[in-house]
């Protein structure tokens, strides 16, 4: 199957969705109604999340797997080091490849407390570069990982960032996808200094829609980014106007999008919260639009 692009200027738009595994019936039909929507823009893949401590395993395994045999898009499995031994996490690593899984997304992952300080498992993978090289061993994976362009929140410095995706990049994976920021020069910078250490990978910007701002302030803290004032002063008094909050989200992404193209940057992963509305129209308003049916 051929993804979708769109050609501005010389370079190539491609997309990327983002969709977590479904916990109850209401919640597996509205992700099947996202999929099923962004599955026309022929997105270079989609990825599934994996709960913290590896909590949602089954859930998502199960998703990836339905996307498999029921659509004709890419899925890419997230897959964490915490919370597992090597052998489990080889376990689930054999199980995706057989299940038809091609690409995953790799992580260190976070504790299953919120807050916790990361601990690694004792007879598990101690880093997210150990977890890539297993993953390239045992199979022909595409492998992406996670970059930090404000800095991990366990970070001591953008320059220690850089030495880690450097190690998860030596140990094989292909791209790098950015944690959500709203600074729109942040995401650039980032990549300057990406190229400027001589790591070339593309950088893949990821890009969190702000409708629920109250849901995205408190994603924003446990991962450390930023919420400019600006932001802030612009959903103020909107906690009960979703109509309004709706129209903000979508001309805030998309001018997010706009600035990161003049930037140079081609490559978007969206961050979908399972829904579809504001990333369908955002693609279309920069060409992405539905091929045909994708299987659903």
């Not at 994996?50 to 089954?58: E, K, L, P, V």
């Not at 790098?176 to 593309?202: H, K, L, M, W, Y």
């Not at 906690?239 to 997010?256: M, N, V």
């Not at 140079?264 to 990333?279: D, R, V």
Request: hydrophobic fraction near 40%; include cysteine.
């Amino acid at each position: 199957m051929s993804t979708n692009s769109f050609v501005a200027g010389e370079e190539s738009i491609s997309v990327s969705f983002e969709f977590f595994p479904p916990k109850s019936p209401e919640m597996e039909k509205q992700l099947w109604g996202a999929i099923g929507r962004l599955a026309p823009l022929r997105p270079a893949f989609v990825s599934v999340t994996y709960g913290a401590g590896g909590s949602t395993r089954d859930r998502t395994h199960a998703t990836v797997k339905r996307i498999v045999e029921e659509t004709e898009i890419r899925p890419a499995a997230h897959l964490t080091c915490v919370g597992a031994s090597r052998e489990e996490i080889n376990e689930v690593i054999h199980d995706y490849w057989a299940a038809g899984v091609r690409h995953i997304v790799a992580l260190r992952g976070d504790m299953p407390e919120p807050g916790a300080v990361y601990c690694a498992h004792t007879n598990g993978y101690q880093s997210t570069a150990d977890l890539v090289s297993s993953i390239r061993a045992i199979a022909d994976f595409d492998v992406s990982v996670a970059a930090y362009p404000e800095k991990h929140p366990d970070s001591a410095s953008i320059e220690q960032d850089l030495k880690t995706l450097q190690k998860k990049i030596d140990a094989g994976a292909s791209r790098a996808i950015t944690q959500f920021v709203f600074d729109n020069e942040a995401i650039p910078r980032f990549r300057d200094r990406v190229v400027a250490a001589g790591i070339n990978v593309p950088i893949v910007p990821g890009l969190m829609p702000t409708t629920n701002f109250i849901g995205t302030c408190r994603m924003a803290k446990r991962c450390g980014a930023h919420i400019p004032d600006w932001l802030c002063e612009i959903y103020e008094g909107l906690d009960d106007d979703l109509p309004s909050r709706k129209i903000i989200a979508g001309a805030i992404l998309a001018e997010q999008v706009r600035l990161l193209l003049k930037e140079g940057f081609a490559q978007f992963h969206f961050y979908t919260l399972n829904q579809s509305e504001l990333t369908f129209a955002v693609c279309n308003l920069f060409g992405i639009k539905p091929v045909k049916e994708a299987g659903i």
